[in-house]
Structure formats: C-alpha cells, structure tokens
C-alpha cells in the first residue's frame, strides 16, 4: 500500500494504462507461446521421421555386408586348406566389393587361415569377435567393436559369420572390416540438403562411429554425455532434446540399426533449437515490437495528459517554493483562479514558511563560509579526508571520495564508516577501530572496499582520535594496483616453484621432485626406523604402442596411466613421480613390503581396467609391469640403494611376462 501512496500523478496515470493493455500482452503471449509450441511438434517429427529413415540406410550396409559373407561362407575354397586359392577368391572379392576394405578366415585357435591382403600366419585382431561368431549358428551376422585395422590402419568395424560345414566340423569364421570412411559419407547423404548433424553411435560403448559434419576423429568416446545417457535410457528410438556433440543444443530424433546384431548402434539427427524456432522467433519479434510499441504510445499519451492536468500546477507551486527568501510583491497572485482549492492552500503555507528560511539561511552562511576553507584544503589532496563521530557515523568526507569511491561527498555524509567494506574484510575494520579507541594513536589498516560501479578496490587507511575525542579522523589512499603487483609477484614465485617440481606432460612430481622427496623419507626412515618402500612402474611395450598410433595417442596413454596411479596413491605422504619416458615412480613413507604390495597390485589393475587397445602387447591392452623394495628395520639405508632395488623389481617382472609385480625381499635390501 506504501508504494502506492507514493506513486506521483502520472506515474499513477501510466499504472492505469498498463494495467489496460495488460489482457492484449497476455493475449500476445499466448499466441507466441503455442507458436513454439507448434515449432517444438514439428521439429520432433521431422528428426524421428529422417532418424528412421537414416537407420534403415545403415541397416541395408549391414544387411549388404550380411549377404557378403552369406555368399562367402558357402564357398568351396574357404573351407579348405588350401591357403592360396583362398586368398585369391578372398582379393577378387575385396576388388569387386564397395563394402569391405579387407576379408579374411579365422580359424578356432584365432588365427587367420587366409585373407584378401596378407597371405602369412597372423592372429585376428578382435579375438573376442571371432570366438562369438564361431559359437553363432552359421548365417548370423555379428557385429564387432571399434578398432583401427591392424592391416588398412584405418578405423573399422568388424563383422563376422560363421562358414557352413567347415572342413573336420572346426569352426570357421569369415570376417570382413567395414571402413568408417564409408559411414561418413553416409552421413552426409542422410544428414540432406540442410545438412543437419548426424551421428552413428555405439551406445554400449559410449563412441561415436561415425558423424557429419565431422568434427571430431572416428570412433571417439563420450563417456558420461547427456545424448548417449538419453538415448540408452529409451534404447528402442523417439525424440529428445539435448546437448549434441559440438555443445549446440538440439531436437534429436533416433532409430536403432537394427541389422547390426549383437551392438547397440543407434543413428541420431539433430536440428538446431534455433533453426527449428527460427519462423515462431521472428513471430515473435513482430508481435513484441508491435506490443512495445502500442504500450510506449499509451504510456507517452497518459503522461502528457497528466502533466498539463496536475503536473504543471505542482511544478509551478515547485518554483514558487524554490524562490522563498527572495522579494516578490505579488505573492498572493501566483495561484490562478482556476486551480484547485488544495493547490490555494499549499501557496499560502509557502508564504508563511519564507520568511523563517530567510532567518535560517543568514545562520547558514556564517557556517558555509569557514567550511568551504577547509574543503578547499581537503579536496586537493589525492588522499580521502573522512571524519567519523563516536557511534561509528560518517560526518566529513573531501572531494577525493569522488576518484577513489565514484561517491560525492555527500553520499557519503551520515552513513556507517566501514559500510562499503567487504564483508571478509570487516573484522580488520573492526580490529583498527578498538586499537584507536584503546590507545589513541595512529593506526593503519588494508582491507577492501566496494565503489559505486560495484567494482572492489584495496586501499590503505590510517586513523587517529580527534583531540577533543568527539570522533576520529581518516585518510584513505587507493592501493589496487601496487596490491596487483604484489599479488602478481606471488603468484609468479609460486608458479615457478611448481612447475620447476612438475612434470608438464601428466601433472605428477617429476624426477627433480621425487629424488628430493626419495632423500627426505629415506632419511625419516633411518632417523624414526620406520619402513619405506618404492614402486618402480613401467608401461608394457610403450615404444610399439608409439609407433602404431603416434606420439600424440602416446602422450595421452602417458596422461591416462598418470591418472590411473593417482587414484591409488591417495596418502598425503605418498608421492608419485614421472620418473622419465614411460616409467613412473612412487614412494609411500612409513609402508610395509605387504602395503606396498597392495597398493602396487591396485595400480596394475587400475591401468589394466582403463581398456587402451594395445594390438602389439600380448594383453591387446595397455598394461604395466611394477617392481618394488622395502625396508623395515634394517637401517640405515641409502635412497640410491633402496631405488636400485626397486628397479631390479620392475625388470625382473618385465622379463617373466609382463603386466605383474615382483618384489624385492626385504633381506636382499642391503
């Protein structure tokens, strides 16, 4: 009800107009909001219709493929042991065929019997596919997981079937690898003349296969994304609105291929949110403009009438009230006859009151004159000059409030000293007031300080008690950029001093770091006879793995495999160290042979489990090996010969196969 009471008369008059239109805005309101409506119904049927007809498209390349290998498995040559006419019959097929980029024969042990492009003993590189196959009725078409072809080195899928009537009743499989490149291009041709996003995804496996436009490299995993969760949720296909894969949100609709038997492959088409309410957003803008415009006419015409009825009256009584104090002779005319016997009222009231602000005025000036002296001194000088009475009330403030706070001084005047500080910074305030109240003498205190544009600036303030105690005075000066500085100096040192003890590439200590570390707890370790051990980690066949997939893939098994030992080594003592190339290292204070073995045991699985295909290792995973020394109470110990140890560990698991951990005894620690 106060607000109201407050509303002057032409705000009142444009209330009343508002409040008339206010129907035709909602009424406005409604039509845009079933407009999008309408646009969100269209836009989810036309995805569904087009992600229905572009999964029956990536069927029929699994359904060709089927037939493929179909006709394979009934030929003679593939069922014999006659490794030449086999790869012949295979290489005319690859030739002839815009499916398959290699075919091959898998035989029960896993090797390949014969193939389109190789014609020596090789192992098949998606064992796991082979085996379901050969246990498949013959004619079944399985489909395999992602991978990069360990002949055409290009990303594929595998698919497989098994042969009938193989010769002795073993079971045979033809394989054939369908090239990514091959769904891309189907991808555009789905995505149409709009080319709107299309993305064939491994929903089991959290990978897209394939997508136009192409963004990103095939087969890459998006492990936790809000698409792929949505879908796999309603695997059978629909609608949805998500986040794609470029971070553009989108109405997606989604089919699943239904021929790739035994894999989850769904086919999402996404169009834009801002594409599809495209047509209903520019309704809108007409309809908005339109409303804004009859709105601000209204409001115009209302406050135009208000001011010729009552405004102008008021503002004329405003001038006449503005010249009280000053000689008028005709006072008693200056309200027409015609205006309202409130207005009358009000004249004669400002009469009356004239002559009492003469006498207030003449008072007035006799106190302006001695303030303005000492504001001129003040508000030439960069400091802020503040006075501050005994209840914490600000009673002075100089012209220099002006470039430090963006306040007048007057602004300033009568409110709480420390109202602009901020919050955390109260209690410094605080600190200083009682040191002046309790001692009297000068005080200085940093804290921060909130101007008017809401930006927060440091200043300095120093304080002293007036001498007749009724208050106390201030300067402040604005310290922000020589407090930048000094935070910026601080921030460098720090800097400097962590990366000087990390290793860029994966985040953990490097080998400066952990030597320094390996010194200081060995040296615990001798003065408190406590135990310490030392893991020596070592990525399993880390040069082939380079040299099949590149530095850059290496780089990131490096960052996934420092991940993955992080994990485990979670004490505040503990440290893990890159201890160069391939190799990392971990020293855990105050652990026993039997602790160290279980925090080595749970790093080899935890880099085992993070499934990096490795073709070249014997695991087809990355892997690691770990040697480790201990010492429990045979002392003293040097750090070189504990390290030693531990590296005699790791090559000792590297020779007996690999991906395990070997121990040195704690007798043989010497």
Known sequence: MNSIERLGVSSRMMLLIAVAIFPFAALIGIGVFYSYGEADKDARETVSYDAQIGAARFSRSFADAATVLATLAAVPQLKTSDRAACDAVLSEVVKTSEVFTTVGVVGADGNILCHSRIHDAAKFGDQKLSTKAAASPPGNLIVGDFMIGPVSKRPVVAVAMRLHNTQNDIPRVVFGSLDLAGFQTLAELVSGPKHHSVALIDISENRVLARYPDVFAFGEQFTGHPLIKAISETPTGGTLDSVGFDNVRKFFGYAPITAAQGKTFTLAIGLPEKEAFMSATERAKWAIGLSVTAFVSALIFAALLAYQLQVRPIAQLTQFAEGIGQSSNDQHEFVAAWQA????????????????????????????????????????????????????????VSGASREILGYEPEELVGTQAGALAVSTDVEQLNTMYRVLAETGGTVKARYRVRRMDGSIIWVEVGGKRMADESGFVFTMRDISERKAMEDDLESANWELARLATTDALTGLANRRRFDEVLVEEVGRANRERLPLSILMIDVDRFKAFNDQFGHPAGDHCLQLVAEAISVSVRRPGDLAARYGGEEFSVVLPNTSAEGAATVAESIRKAIESLGLPHPRSEFLTVTASIGAASVGHQFPKEASVILGKADTALYSAKSSGRNRFIAIPESEVG
């Open 341 to 396: 016997p409130e207005f009358k009222r009000l004249a004669v009231t400002l009469q009356e009151s004239a002559r009492h602000v003469e006498l207030r005025n003449e008072a007035q000036s006799r106190i302006i004159d001695g303030e303005k002296r000492f504001r001129l001194v003040a508000d030439n000088t960069a400091d802020m000059i503040s006075a501050v009475d005994n209840t914490g009330k600000t009673t002075f």
